[in-house]
């Protein structure tokens, strides 16, 4: 029986995967995951990390990272169902843009742990800022200014590194690091982020960041998956020695460490580069063509989408696992909107439900539904436009408010993705079926709902699998990769309703050019 480990570190939690593949035997067999603020409660984390006393401040202790590890690990190695000798490659995935700095000990902290000690507290004397900044940290509008300035402008940034430079990206981070405490940034060896540092542990090396991870830091040239010297410079003095190389994803990196094996009887497994969440999810929901696209319905909702070429229209654009490009195009007016409508009618989700269902196409009203500001498209001036319509009225404002959040994703995503076949929903509202059925209508084509709670985690298996046969000289295709684990369930499937997609195909160019109108002008209702 051949199995494959796959991790995800997500903010709050660490989950793991093991999955069989034998034939046409393909399983979960292994679903496992920690929570930090509940299993780990002696870091104090809420909600996986600890705010700090600056505003915007957010990290987390790394040492809970490695603690997660080890923990998990054990897990995996006492259950009785799984022969750990039969794990033939680890792959795994973390938060982006999260970064741990290691001093010039850490190589030899390594090679002294004790496999009969905890892992964790031995890691004490490594770390040169005990501190990790996180993807929430919103601390360095400065330095992003500052390198965006360097290196000629936002558009130049992400044109260079797939990103313009992004508060919570690991490049300004570092330089703010560097500004503020210069002692410990030169006293730092290796900045790593969480994947990398969580693949290096269990190698006990130093391990590579992949590309896709890569991409989160304002730091790589996109094109060529490499350190880009410009941007190095334009964030802080001697940072390339400081940064370890970039391998591809489907690498073997090293084998699990005698820690590990010592500690709890593993054999010396193939452990493949890390990378970040984002990227993993895609190989865990199946989007490994540019003809699906994954939409999230989050606190802000996202698109995903896989394409051979970097898309201009996109957010950020970062490196998939398969080697192409993974864009996302990010709308902060998500779920925060969408609940702040509900409760000024106050509706609950029921009745919300039932409005949606009332008169789809608002009888041709539109809103442009930037409740806050927005980044898709940019919009300084936040306030919803209402057209044809004002406050008073429930209905109008609840559907003018959904309808059109899902036309400005099905615009957007179109333009980043020239034909889209099924949509993948995934976040909280996608449990809502009649958000659903807006969505299916509007972007014309079947959605599927996807419980992808552990998807990275998934992904993270799967790439072991690719990897595993890619380095015994048999490669399978990401098609076969993904079948048998990918497929959504019929009973998630929610199918346009044809009379209504024409009749959203109209109101898509109406709301298109509304929202070229209105996009530079103050609100107006
Ligand atoms: C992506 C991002 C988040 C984290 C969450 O740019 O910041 O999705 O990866 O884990």
């Known amino acids: 029986m051949a199995l494959y480990l796959g991790l995800d570190c997500s903010t709050q939690s660490l989950t793991a995967i093991v999955i069989e593949i034998e034939g046409d035997t393909r399983r979960i067999v292994f679903n496992s995951s920690l929570n930090f603020d509940r299993d780990f409660s002696e870091y104090g984390t809420t909600g996986g990390v600890i705010r700090g006393t600056e505003d915007g401040e957010v990290y987390a202790p790394p040492a809970m990272w490695a603690d997660a590890l080890d923990r998990m690990l054990a897990r995996i190695a006492r259950k009785a169902e799984i022969d750990v000798e039969n794990i033939r490659a680890i792959a795994g995935s973390a938060q982006q843009h999260g970064s741990v700095y290691l001093n010039r000990r850490a190589a030899d902290v390594w090679r002294g742990v004790d496999p009969l000690q905890p ?3 031995q890691l004490h004397g490594m770390f040169s800022r005990d501190r990790s900044p996180v993807w929430m940290d919103a601390t360095t509008a400065v330095q992003c200014r500052e390198i965006d300035a360097a290196l000629g402008g936002p558009d130049r940034t992400k044109a260079l590194t797939g990103s313009p430079a992004c508060e919570r990206f690991t490049g300004p981070q570092i330089r703010r690091f560097f500004q503020q405490q210069p002692d410990a940034y030169h006293a730092t060896a290796r900045v790593h982020l969480v994947s990398s540092f ?5 190698t006990g ?4 960041i992949d590309p896709g991870d890569g991409s989160g830091m304002n730091l790589m040239d996109l094109a060529h998956n490499r350190w880009s010297p410009e941007a190095l410079d334009a964030t802080a003095p001697d940072l390339r020695r400081r940064l370890p190389p970039l391998a591809q ?3 073997l990196v090293g084998r699990l460490a005698p820690y590990w094996q010592q500690r709890y009887t593993f054999p010396a497994t193939a452990v493949l580069a890390w990378t970040g969440d984002n990227p993993s999810s895609l190989i865990g929901t199946g989007v490994i063509h540019d003809r699906v696209v994954a939409v999230s319905l989050g606190t802000s909702d996202t698109v ?5 070429e970097p898309a201009g229209q996109s957010s950020h654009v970062f490196r998939s696992p398969t080697g ?9 007016n998500g779920s925060l909107a969408r609940e702040s409508m509900r409760m000024e009618y106050g509706l609950d989700w029921t009745a919300a439900s039932e409005l949606l269902r009332q008169s789809p196409g608002n009888d041709g009203w539109l809103m442009l539904p930037w409740l806050e500001i927005e980044s898709t498209p940019r919009i300084a001036h936040a306030g919803l436009r209402r057209f044809g319509f004002d406050r008073a009225d429930a209905g109008r404002n609840v559907r003018g408010l959904i309808e059109g959040q899902m036309m400005a994703i099905a615009n957007h995503a179109t333009a980043v ?10 976040g909280g509202a996608a449990v809502n079926r009649d958000i659903l059925q807006v969505m299916a209508n509007v972007f014309g084509v079947d959605v599927y709902r996807l419980d992808v709670e552990n998807s990275a985690a998934l992904g993270a298996a799967l790439r072991a699998y690719h990897a595993d046969r890619l380095a015994a000289g048999e490669p399978v295709s990401w098609k076969t990769v993904v079948s048998g684990f990918t497929e959504p369930q019929p009973g998630h499937r ?5 009379k209504h997609v024409a009749m959203y195909a109209e109101l898509r160019r109406d709301y298109a050019i509304l929202e070229h109108l209105h996009k530079s002008r103050r609100p107006i209702c």
Request: glycine letters at 2%; a neutral charge.
């Open 119 to 121: 892992l964790a507290p």
């Open 198 to 202: 969580l693949a290096s542990l269990l």
């Open 205 to 208: 090396g130093d391990a590579p």
């Open 249 to 251: 994803t489907w690498e």
């Open 304 to 308: 995903l989408a896989l394409t051979k």
């Open 324 to 332: 192409d490009f993974m864009n996302l195009v990010c709308f902060r």
């Open 417 to 426: 993705s020239a034909r889209i076949d099924r949509v993948i929903a995934t």
């Open 494 to 498: 929610v199918a346009p309703n044809p």
